[in-house]
């Protein structure tokens, strides 16, 4: 395990290390000066000089880059070029927005699509199964902006359920610490603290849907493909052999097996949130990480794009890597694969 652990960590760190050289060398693909789209400070403002000399811009690239490095280590990511806000708070408040909307979207997807997943293995060829997997098919097909606005237009326009733009109705008063809007309305003041959560759940309803669906029929196929194959293995026919029931034969001996399976595919769909949360905070006007960088792409706001990019690849990077820590504890037959050790 200690050496499986320290491989992980050997990858994880060079990972890191190319990320952020990638993020150092946007300084100076991005148009302007690369000081500015460092520290979001214009030539022209007295403090300048100042940033020149702390960001090394009169020395060479590899000192440049060190100086880059003891600033993004010490969250000093600049300034944001459109309102002169400091990149890193902000960034640290749509990444929570972000989160929350995705955690949200994951449970709803593993709720609903692992049970869907067994129904459909235990109805094997049946036209219960075949209906489900058709629906599943469509689900995932369906792309997402397209239907995010069906969804809106049913429920939010046609029938009136639920509004489609930002967090809560700002005459609630709730103000922002965190980014979180649940966790934010428990730390509020607001008089009416229940009328505010119910309203900010109301807004979170229709992006946690459409968010979720494509994992959620992902992880339909995955859990059927999973769960039949365990059916046909030799101990799952012994346990039937001994008079167990079927239920007992899924919830017991089928269903654990394939969860393993399963579970090895947590990143893709992982990916699959983040990279589809952009098109859904850019659809509701959530303040989350994709249209944080949405909307700084419009603006050329660039200290900002370097930022979500950063964020959203080392998110993902870090996900990645707890993954497999876990794969390589749960499972001594990942690491005997790799170092042929247990």
């Known amino acids: ?22 993020s150092f060398s946007l300084n100076y693909l991005f148009p302007g000066d690369p000081i500015t789209n460092m520290s979001g400070i214009r030539p022209f403002q007295s403090s300048y000089p100042l940033m020149v000399e702390l960001r090394g811009g009169d020395q060479n690239l590899a000192i440049q880059y060190m100086r880059y490095l003891q ?13 002169g806000t400091p990149v890193f708070a902000d960034g640290i408040q749509h990444f929570m927005a972000s989160i929350e909307l995705i955690l949200l979207a994951l449970l709803v997807a593993v709720v609903f699509g692992l049970p869907l997943g067994v129904f459909a293995a235990s109805r094997f060829r049946q036209r219960s199964d075949q209906t489900v997997i058709s629906l599943a098919m469509v689900g995932y097909s369906i792309p997402v902006f397209w239907l995010a606005q069906l969804i809106i237009l049913l429920f939010a326009i046609k029938l009136g359920w639920f509004p489609i733009t930002g967090q809560i109705n700002p005459l609630y008063g709730v103000e922002p610490q965190t980014g979180s809007i649940l966790i934010d309305v428990f730390l509020s003041d607001s008089e009416y603290k229940a009328a505010a959560l119910q309203d900010a759940l109301n807004h979170i309803v ?17 859990m059927r493909n999973a769960t039949q194959e365990m059916l046909q293995k030799p101990f ?15 919830v017991k001996h089928a269903i654990p097996n394939a969860v393993q399976s399963v579970l ?14 952009i098109v859904v905070e850019s659809i509701f006007n959530w303040p989350g990480m994709g249209n944080w960088l949405i909307r700084s792409i ?31 504890w749960r499972f001594p037959i990942v690491r005997h694969e790799q170092y042929a050790t247990r």
Do not use: C
């Open 298 to 328: 419009f603006e050329r706001d660039y200290p900002i794009i370097q930022a979500a990019v950063l964020m959203f690849a080392f998110v993902i990077l870090f996900f990645n890597l707890l993954v497999e820590l876990y794969h390589g």
């Open 236 to 250: 799952v026919k012994a346990a039937r052999a001994r008079g167990l029931s079927e239920f007992r034969v899924l």
């Open 206 to 222: 229709l992006p946690v849907i459409i968010l979720a669906i494509m994992p959620m029929m992902l992880l339909l196929r995955l």
């Open 264 to 277: 090895q595919q947590t990143t893709l769909i992982f990916s699959l949130l983040l990279t589809n949360s």
């Open 71 to 83: 600033h993004l280590f010490a969250g000093d990511w600049g300034l944001s070029l459109s309102n």
């Open 1 to 22: 395990m200690t050496r499986y652990l320290i491989g992980r960590l050997s990858v994880f760190i060079i990972a890191v290390f190319l990320l952020t050289v990638f």
